[in-house]
């Protein structure tokens, strides 16, 4: 029947029993009905009394009717069963059919509840074990997160014996030396004159030792453009967190440069530069080569180690610090080669988040506080304020480092002579070969010319050249000066020199090159193969028209608004028409337009300026976009230059 169907489908952990009734719809329950082979739905008792192992079990049972039944229907069928003659005439009763129908429901019911009111008691019995549990393992996590605060105040309780216990161990060691009175004042007035020296060598004072900040930021390295890093900021940056308690040496990072710097008994190393991937994706360190000429060197894991494997590991220097993407590896290479810490970092790092974080790193050391609380106050402040770089902190011994008291004379602060030049050019792209090439001239000779007929942005090229050639450890470190200032042994840089070669400026020109170790680099719009008359070889240097690649590089970084594919296509071409493009798109369709431009920036930062939110769409007519331009130039009452 479809009852036994429904019953096993809700209850299917009943145990089903030996007896089975099959009852044929519209069929009487009778003996002959019991067969297992009938042809009918079967119908299952199960959980019943354990006795019932047959039929004829089932009908004395029946007839004689458990305390379980109801009353009213153990009466009724009693007096079904007095009525008849015998079992056989009272399973042929319709009447005792009937209440032996009522007798299997009943008895279905009270076993059925009986089974749910047991599954409810074991799931609120499971209910009470889970929150039990939970309690417990909410007990635990209070219990571990505890502990670990004990651990952690622990450890700076521990720290600051050691700090305290390291203090006495130098005051004690102080204290039993006997140092004239003329050698005290001696080291002190070296500590107060001590000057902040770019590149400085020789010997320094070792009661009061540096920080070290190597740099290296070439153009390109192995044809690929490296992005410029701001060095001057950064180190002013880094010396005004050092509050003058320490002294700050800049200098270019070379072989020579890094390995001096390395073995500096207590110095403190701060190496800012790029770290590449190979290939073969191997870990580039990259420096610079010697010589100032901004160069690329590379330097692998295997080379870092056998470049600094000679230095004594009591001499090496105490904090190194690697401001550079992924430099995890050169990291374990320097705490190998005797670095007592190391601060490296595990992702790529933009400049100005590594440059943040090291100004609250040093600012917390330079206030007296351990390498581990400094570092973490650093972390906590890059994390709130956006920056998902990975900094790690390698450590070989005591996280406590502490600098040297701050004289009685203040150190003075560093300043850069680039500081005097004009300021740097925004947006300023390309030109890497022509750089490269004025100063490699520049390394072997006095006087350079830089010349080109049409405005290719000759001004902006000087200055980028300027301020990289007087970057400490360049080719002219802090000795860079645009005409009319002049600095001796440096090098002078004439913009539009044609006029002043022309008369008499040229005497006062020439007049740079008598110093010892003077040079010129001139701008010109022709060459000027003999513009001294002899006295000096002047090395001339074409600079070409802007590539279609740079110049959409200025277009892109120009304009006020995104690209879309409006600004590209015909209006009878339109597909997908506002689709806003991205950076890589709008670059690959800007290549194709660049031609109208004839390779001068000037022109293209126009154009693009005329691009803003709301404007109309240029539709790929780039050349109309500077008709537009130059007949709002003439009705104007101050023409716009266009070149």
């Known amino acids: 029947m479809w009852l036994s169907r429904t019953i096993f489908k809700k209850f299917p952990h009943l145990q089903r029993r030996s007896i089975q009734c099959a009852v044929t719809p519209g069929e009487n329950l009778t003996h002959s009905s019991c067969a297992p082979n009938s042809r009918s739905h079967a119908f299952h008792l199960t959980d019943f009394p354990t006795s019932w192992s047959s039929a004829a079990d089932a009908d004395d049972a029946l007839l004689r009717p458990p305390s379980t039944c109801s009353t009213k229907t153990s009466s009724a069928i009693a007096e079904c069963a007095s009525q008849s003659k015998g079992p056989d005439a009272a399973w042929q009763s319709s009447d005792f059919q009937q209440h032996r129908w009522v007798f299997f429901l009943e008895m279905l019911v009270k076993h059925f509840a009986s089974a749910k009111a047991a599954a409810e008691?074991?799931?609120?019995?499971?209910?009470?074990?889970?929150?039990?549990?939970?309690?417990?393992?909410?007990?635990?996590?209070a219990?571990?997160?505890?502990?670990?605060?004990?651990?952690?105040?622990?450890?700076?309780?521990?720290?600051?014996?050691?700090?305290?216990?390291?203090h006495e161990s130098c005051q004690v060691v102080q204290a039993t030396q006997r140092?004239?009175?003329?050698?005290?004042?001696?080291?002190?007035?070296?500590?107060?004159?001590?000057?902040i020296n770019s590149g400085a060598s020789g010997d320094r004072c070792s009661a009061h030792p540096s920080v070290w900040y190597l740099y290296a930021s070439p153009l390109s390295c192995d044809q690929v453009a490296l992005g410029q890093l701001r060095v001057e900021e950064e180190a002013e940056v880094i010396d005004e967190a050092l509050q003058g308690v320490m002294s700050l040496q800049v200098d270019v990072a070379t072989v020579s440069s890094l390995r001096k710097a390395f073995g500096q008994q207590g110095a403190w190393l701060h190496l800012s530069l790029h770290c590449l991937r190979s290939s073969q994706s191997q870990s580039l360190l990259v420096l610079e080569k010697s010589g100032g000429n901004g160069r690329a060197h590379k330097l692998d894991a295997a080379g870092l180690s056998l470049l600094l494997q000679s230095e004594n590991g009591d001499c090496a220097a105490e904090l190194v610090f690697v401001s550079a993407c992924e430099s995890q590896e050169f990291g374990h290479v320097f705490l190998r080669a005797g670095a007592k810490h190391v601060i490296c970092c595990s992702s790529p790092v933009r400049d100005s988040s590594a440059r943040q974080f090291a100004s609250m790193l040093y600012h917390e050391l330079a206030n007296q506080k351990g390498l581990d609380c400094a570092f973490q106050v650093a972390t906590q402040q890059a994390e709130l304020t956006g920056d998902r770089s990975k900094y790690i902190l390698l450590s070989s011994g005591s996280p406590w480092l502490r600098p040297t008291k701050q004289s009685a004379v203040p150190r003075p602060r560093i300043r850069f002579r680039s500081n005097v030049l004009p300021p740097p050019v925004e947006d300023f792209v390309g030109r890497r070969d022509i750089i490269d090439r004025v100063l490699n001239a520049l390394q072997t000779r006095r006087c350079v010319v830089l010349h080109c007929e049409e405005p290719f942005g000759l001004s902006a090229v000087l200055v980028h050249i300027a301020r990289c050639a007087s970057l400490p450890g360049r080719l002219f470190s802090n000795r860079v000066a645009f005409f009319p200032q002049r600095i001796a042994g440096g090098l002078c840089v004439v913009d539009d020199a044609d006029t002043l070669l022309a008369g008499d400026g040229h005497r006062q020109v020439r007049r740079h090159l008598e110093t010892q170790g003077g040079a010129l680099l001139l701008g010109c719009h022709t060459a000027q193969y003999n513009p001294f008359r002899g006295a000096v070889k002047a090395i001339n240097i074409e600079l070409p028209a802007l590539n279609h690649d740079d110049l959409a590089e200025v277009f892109l970084r120009s304009c006020h608004r995104p690209l879309c594919m409006a600004d590209f296509q015909a209006a009878d071409q339109l597909k997908d028409a506002e689709r806003f493009l991205n950076y890589r798109e709008a670059f690959q369709q800007l290549r194709e337009h660049m031609d109208v431009f004839c390779g001068r920036p000037g022109l293209v930062r126009t154009a693009a300026a005329s691009v803003f939110e709301g404007s109309q769409r240029i539709r790929g007519n780039f050349g109309g976009l500077l008709l537009q331009l130059r007949d709002?130039?003439?009705?104007?009452?101050?023409?716009?230059?266009?070149?």
């Open 121 to 141: 008691q074991s799931e609120s019995s499971a209910r009470i074990q889970l929150a039990a549990a939970k309690a417990q393992i909410s007990e635990g996590k």
């Open 143 to 166: 219990r571990e997160k505890s502990l670990k605060s004990e651990i952690s105040e622990l450890k700076i309780q521990l720290t600051r014996l050691q700090a305290m216990a390291c």
């Open 179 to 195: 140092v004239p009175p003329a050698s005290v004042m001696e080291n002190d007035q070296c500590s107060s004159v001590c000057e």
């Open 632 to 643: 709002a130039s003439e009705y104007s009452s101050r023409p716009m230059c266009l070149c």
